[in-house]
């Protein structure tokens, strides 16, 4: 272990500097412009694994963008380990928010920025650093080591499941570890035991068959902008709580552990508020129950909306259109088709009459996750935590949505371990997104002495 640790420490820089060039590859998976760009970061990860020593590794076609997949299993006796990532990125926009260009990393302060550093870039060259370690000192790992790497998630991960169930027999494993995921809090070490699920609609109201004159035809002409919100107003009542008959009737109550663990945390709620750049409401929630609701309560945001003319100055149209981007959290007990069914069924009895809906799902979405709390993998990645930061991990929900949990455990019968170095402060999914190059190098420690810890068993 100490050869392996200071090989580590001894290529910090290379390390860096690797990961700024995986960084400057722009993998939007969402948007089809960027599609050479998937194709090269999927070639840059299996390239890196290549090095890292893994004697089997393959670019796979899934119907959509391609996943990575390494294999390195010639320890006999040891536990097979499979590890998950993903190499696509968000959108960067907007742009002008930025300090420094999206696909141009940059260090200020000990924290590289770019767009997919944190969320996943940075978490996920960690382990194959580590391999490449153990590569470089011993020939050899301490486990039986499975890599892979998909192009998806940041859009859904539409061809995960029946990519993970075509590939079960290659994938088969005692236990999945994810890079992809974060850390609760920069200074409180956790484990994150739950996610949410989610389903992605995309809601559009046309009224006439072009663009009309607002001044020939305003008053008389259908205008769907003015439809369209009237209807998005209508899916939650003034303190935020959805209205939609039949949203979360399929929801399970939580793990009272999780529960327990808002309890203690003291949450600020006036300092999160703080934190984001928003006023503080008035009244200010508790933050018991403002965590509650970001860990464990269904929400139906929107994501964007869109119609009529958009740059600058003013055009005089009533548009023929008009579009909203919707994105549900789920809980356990809810299913991402039913929520949708719901949604849609709600909308539709709220159009006004002279005016046409449609509203499409982007992909199946995925449901709620909940990890097995006595997994003695969660243990053994607890108690390095521990030792390395100085405090016992906190077991928390994640309100965000990371699918893997459900596919792999439907299609190979094991659980998966969040084992990230992202934190949630780390504006993922907005400008200037950030890795703490801190958080960089004692992830290449804990990931080191995890691996050695499931070796040993």
């Known amino acids: 272990m100490s050869r392996v640790e200071d090989w580590l420490a001894a290529h910090q820089a ?57 294999e390195w299993c010639a ?3 040891a536990p097979t380990v499979l590890v998950y990532g993903h190499y696509d990125v968000q959108p960067p926009d907007p742009l002008e928010k930025w300090l420094s260009p999206p696909f141009q990393p940059e260090i200020r302060d000990d924290r590289l920025y770019a767009r997919g550093v944190s969320d996943d870039k940075g978490p996920l060259l960690i382990p194959i650093l580590v391999a490449r370690a153990y590569h470089q000192t011993a020939g050899r790992l301490p486990v ?31 236990v999945v570890i994810s890079a992809d995921g974060a850390m609760w809090r920069a200074d409180l070490p956790s484990m994150t035991v739950a ?27 259908p205008n769907p902008i003015r439809a369209l919100v009237a209807m998005l107003a209508s899916l939650h009542d003034d303190a935020g709580n959805v209205t939609v008959k039949g949203f979360a009737d399929a929801a399970t109550p939580a793990d009272p552990a999780i529960a327990a663990a808002i309890r203690s945390v003291g949450f600020d709620a006036g300092a999160y508020f703080d934190s984001i750049g928003a006023a503080r409401p008035d009244p200010l929630p508790g933050g018991e129950d403002l965590l509650t609701r970001q860990w464990l309560v269904p929400t139906l945001e929107f994501n964007g909306i869109s119609g009529g003319y958009q740059g600058a100055g003013t055009k005089t149209v009533i548009p023929a259109t008009a579009s909203a981007k919707i994105t549900c959290r789920l809980v356990a007990g809810q299913q991402p088709a039913a929520v949708a069914e719901a949604i849609t069924r709600h909308l539709e009895g709220a159009l006004p009459g002279g005016y046409r809906l449609s509203v499409r799902r982007h992909g199946p979405g995925s449901t709620a996750f909940a990890l ?9 990645a607890e108690d390095i935590l521990g030792d390395l930061l100085g405090a016992k991990p906190l077991r928390v929900a994640m309100g965000a949505t990371i699918p893997i949990g459900d596919v792999f455990s439907r299609h190979l019968g094991v659980n998966i371990v969040f084992f990230s170095f ?21 992830g290449l420690v804990a990931w080191a002495r995890l691996l050695d810890r499931l070796g040993r068993g």
């Open 75 to 77: 320890t006999p006796g």
């Open 144 to 174: 039986n080591l499975k890599i892979i790497i998909e192009g998806e998630e940041e859009s859904g991960s539409p061809h995960l499941d029946a990519t993970v169930a075509r590939l079960k027999d290659r994938l088969a494993c005692d």
């Open 422 to 442: 992202s934190t949630s402060d780390e504006d993922y999914h907005a400008p200037n997104e950030f890795f703490r190059l801190s958080s960089f190098r004692t």
């Open 195 to 221: 996610s949410r699920g989610m389903t992605a609609l995309e809601v559009t109201v046309e009224g006439a068959a072009k663009d009309l004159h607002s001044g020939r035809h305003g008053g008389s002409g």
């Open 14 to 70: 290379q390390a860096v500097e690797m990961l700024k060039a995986f960084c400057r590859i722009p993998s939007v998976s969402t948007d089809p412009a960027f599609a050479g760009h998937i194709a090269e970061a999927a070639s840059f990860a299996a390239d890196q694994l290549t090095q890292a020593g893994f004697p089997k590794v393959e670019i796979i076609p899934t119907g959509g963008h391609p996943v990575v997949l390494a």
């Open 372 to 380: 097995n709390p006595d997994l003695p993998a969660l243990k053994i």
